[in-house]
């Protein structure tokens, strides 16, 4: 399975300023997903990010506000811009590995943010 | 529209009782079923999935799920419940249509609770 780290774990920030999270894989992978989860609630799909092309954003979510970035194989960050209190959630990071004849979808610990 | 429906927030059970977590879905086709778990500040681990073959699957931790295509559903089972097992369980759809990449869907989540 492929191993996913996130930094930072958590953050409590001020609004209006934007943090940026990165997501690190230990192996190369394609396709690479952030998802964020409001207090309580499931995941929502934020974007897709392949490496060598533009992130995809799902409905309701802007590359303004969420810009992404997808440098190599292993790497990607995701920006949370001009944050309000209604963004505080816990972000995930997320990929598609090939394991056996399928390719699986694993999930890093995520992000843990506050913002006051 | 693609759903996936956990019908029960949560669920209580007795430590060494058997435990089932419900989830049933309405996706076009034959997708591919999934849980996850969620424990307390972490992100989510894969616990298994069907996506041929043998109705009943087993998964990591002693847990086991049913497919019933006729019902749509995807129950999560086990046979005798442990107070580790507590945490958040979602259920995952990844619909098989042709053409474009085929997403996750979510179940809103069901909180287990294992008392001793």
């Known amino acids: 399975s492929a191993v996913i780290s996130q930094k930072p774990s958590r953050d409590i920030c001020q609004r209006g300023t934007s943090l940026t999270i990165q997501c690190q894989v230990d192996?190369?992978?394609?396709?690479m997903f952030w998802y964020r989860q409001q207090p309580g609630q499931s995941l929502t799909l934020i974007a897709t990010?392949?490496?060598?092309?533009?992130?995809?954003?799902e409905s309701g979510f802007v590359i303004d506000k969420f810009p992404i970035s997808r440098p190599n194989l292993t790497f990607s960050t995701l920006t949370v811009s001009n944050m309000s209190p209604e963004d505080s959630s816990i972000y995930l990071c997320?990929?598609?590995?090939?394991?056996?004849?399928?390719?699986?979808?694993?999930f890093g610990p995520g992000t843990r943010l506050t913002v006051l | 529209a693609q759903s996936v429906a956990q019908p029960e927030d949560q669920v209580n059970v007795a430590e060494g009782n058997p435990l089932t977590v419900k989830c049933t879905y309405s996706?076009?086709?034959?997708?591919?079923l999934f849980w996850y778990v969620q424990y307390p500040n972490r992100g989510l681990q894969f616990l298994l999935k069907?996506?041929?073959?043998?109705?009943l699957v087993k998964g990591s931790y002693g847990f086991e799920a049913e497919f019933n295509k006729s019902q749509t559903s995807f129950h999560l089972k086990k046979p005798s419940a442990l107070v580790s097992d507590s945490a958040l369980y979602f259920c995952?759809?990844?619909?098989?249509?042709?053409?474009?990449?085929?997403?996750?869907?979510f179940g809103a989540g069901t909180r287990l609770a294992v008392h001793p």
């Open positions: 996706v076009s086709g034959n997708p591919y």
């Open positions: 069907y996506i041929t073959g043998d109705n």
């Open positions: 997320s990929v598609e590995y090939r394991v056996s004849s399928y390719n699986e979808q694993f």
């Open positions: 990010a392949n490496q060598g092309s533009e992130a995809t954003y």
């Open positions: 995952a759809v990844r619909p098989q249509l042709r053409g474009g990449y085929n997403k996750l869907i």
């Open positions: 192996s190369q992978v394609t396709m």
